[in-house]
């Protein structure tokens, strides 16, 4: 079990260009889910996928904000058009399927830190 | 009003001594209930779940829920300066984590 992983660890960037993540979960994990953080707040709830569907989208999620997950594994998160309030830590987390010991538990990866100039 | 508060804190605790974090949250409805550490500028790891009315031990950590008081908290005994973080508090609300915004402890020696 090698844990989520997300990639790149820090991104900076300059206003309005696109900024892309991604995240790969813990391998039998077949929900993944993506949050944000700013300083002194909890995480915040942007979207989530069971297999290769979105189910729920956020609405702090603007339309400047897509996430994909094409074959059920990895997912990516882009954001277009950068602006300098979309700095803040992007977490990606994961969960077991239902009815398997954990379902309802999620596992965190280490954070994409973004910091638009 | 939020769903889920917690003082932000810092709340100050000498080592040895016994941590009460404590959350409130606002949806009657919840169900399950996380406790998550979190180092600076480091990603939550999760350290305690509930389900149940009354209180969850594991190690140093309990967790205690009261349903009718929309109320959950967590002891950390013999409070070390590695407990020093911040917790977060959650509600899972259909498949998503709610969460608060997190109490910061200092363990001082």
């Known amino acids: 079990d090698t844990g989520v992983s997300q990639d790149p660890r820090h991104k900076i960037t300059k206003r309005g260009q696109n900024v892309t993540f991604r995240c790969d979960p813990i391998?039998?994990?077949?929900?993944l889910y993506w949050y944000r953080q700013t300083l002194g707040q909890g995480p915040e709830f942007l979207t989530y996928?069971?297999?290769?569907?979105?189910?729920?989208k956020s609405r702090l999620l603007s339309d400047r904000f897509s996430a994909e997950r094409p074959k059920g594994s990895f997912s990516t998160l882009e954001i277009q058009r950068t602006e300098q309030g979309d700095s803040a830590m992007y977490l990606c987390?994961?969960?077991?399927?239902?009815?398997?010991?954990?379902?309802?538990?999620?596992?965190f990866g280490p954070g994409t830190r973004l910091t638009v100039l | 009003q939020k769903e889920v508060e917690q003082n932000s804190g810092p709340l100050s605790v000498p080592e040895g001594a016994i941590a009460s974090l404590n959350c409130t949250y606002s949806?009657?409805?919840?169900?399950?209930f996380f406790w998550y550490r979190q180092y600076s500028g480091k990603s939550p790891e999760l350290i305690m779940f509930?389900?149940?009315?009354g209180d969850k031990e594991d190690g140093r950590f309990t967790a205690q829920l009261n349903k009718a008081s929309q109320y959950v908290s967590l002891l950390i005994r013999d409070s070390q300066p590695s407990d020093s973080a911040t917790y977060l508090c959650?509600?899972?609300?259909?498949?998503?984590?709610?969460f608060g915004t997190g109490t910061r402890l200092q363990v001082f020696p």
């Open positions: 987390a994961s969960s077991p399927k239902r009815g398997t010991p954990k379902y309802n538990e999620q596992f």
């Open positions: 391998s039998e994990h077949n929900r």
């Open positions: 996928f069971q297999n290769e569907a979105q189910l729920e």
């Open positions: 949806d009657r409805g919840s169900q399950s």
């Open positions: 509930i389900y149940s009315n």
């Open positions: 959650a509600v899972i609300a259909t498949d998503k984590l709610i």
